[in-house]
């Protein structure tokens, strides 16, 4: 009965290539996230859904873009990897925006050769 | 722009050898502090959310304080299981309400 689930956990891949992550949570919650920790275990918000409407979008190139099927699905898609896209990404979920505690998922680590 | 800084880096205990983590924050506005632990290979686990200062909350062994500056998480007599990397965000309440602004965590261990 896991809460938040991304697939696949671990992404091995060569520069130039184009991957997807894909994430769904179960818990009925209406806002999504993606995060991005590198090296340095440093976590930083990259995208926000709520209801399937985009409500943040950090800094991020635009090689990476993020899709919402329906509530419990958020994906992300990245084009064109670079060796500095190596990190762990998190997929995240909560009820409504404002103070409310975000899930996370385990994360899937991606490694660009 | 939101921050926050967590002390120390690291931090080695002996079971039973309580202590304190710290976080520092500067924020527009808080809408809320969180805590959240994550274990090795594992996404962050919730543990607390603080709102407002003056505001404590307790779980086993661990207790969050919040102050208009700074939260620590006080950790009593510790257990081996408790060592996990701990994390602490803030959520602010310009631009992006939604976001939260993480520190680089404090990793605990303690050692039986």
């Known amino acids: 009965d896991t809460a938040v689930s991304q697939t696949p956990k671990y992404l091995v891949t060569q520069m130039g290539n184009d991957k997807s992550i894909k994430c769904e949570q179960n818990l009925g919650h209406d806002t999504m996230y993606w995060y991005k920790q590198d090296s340095k275990k440093f976590l930083k918000i990259m995208f926000s859904?709520?209801?399937?409407?985009?409500?943040i979008n950090e800094t991020v190139p635009n090689r990476f873009s993020p899709k919402s099927p329906d509530k419990a699905h958020l994906n992300l898609h990245i084009n064109s990897l670079e060796l500095g896209d190596s990190a762990v990404y998190f997929c995240?979920?909560?009820?409504?925006?404002?103070?409310?505690?975000?899930?996370f998922g385990d994360g899937t680590r991606l490694s660009i050769l | 722009e939101d921050q926050v800084t967590q002390s120390p880096e690291a931090l080695r205990l002996q079971e039973g050898e309580s202590s304190s983590l710290n976080c520092s924050y500067t924020?527009?506005?808080?809408?809320?502090l969180f805590w959240y632990r994550q274990d090795p290979g594992k996404g962050p686990e919730f543990l607390f959310t603080?709102?407002?200062a003056g505001e404590e909350k307790e779980k086993e062994r661990l207790k969050a304080t919040l102050t208009k500056k700074e939260s620590f998480l006080h950790i009593t007599a510790p257990k081996p299981e408790d060592s996990a990397t701990y994390l602490c965000a803030v959520q602010g309440t310009q631009g992006g309400s939604e976001k939260l602004v993480f520190g680089k965590g404090t990793k605990l261990t303690v050692n039986p």
């Open positions: 995240a979920s909560s009820q409504g925006w404002g103070n409310q505690p975000q899930h």
């Open positions: 924020v527009s506005g808080l809408r809320g």
């Open positions: 603080l709102y407002s």
């Open positions: 859904y709520n209801n399937k409407e985009l409500i």
